[in-house]
């Protein structure tokens, strides 16, 4: 037979887990230095100048 599992408390591991892990994605986003973020949207803004260098026109 399988194990007997409680729905509820299923559920709140899930919750928690769920919860944990945005916490920790807000974590890396929101605990940088103004100088990593001025850093992350220059090279970000730098790799979208490039891409757009290179698009190809569509014929018409």
Avoid: I
Wanted: glycine fraction near 6%; avoid cysteine; aromatic fraction near 0%.
């Amino acid at each position: 037979m399988g194990e007997v599992v409680n729905l509820r408390l299923a559920r709140k591991a899930a919750a928690r887990r769920t919860k944990e892990a945005e916490a920790q994605a807000n974590r890396a986003a929101h605990g940088r230095t103004r100088a990593e973020r001025t850093a992350s949207r220059a090279e970000a803004d730098r790799a979208a100048r490039l891409l757009d260098g290179v698009k190809r026109e569509g014929s018409d």
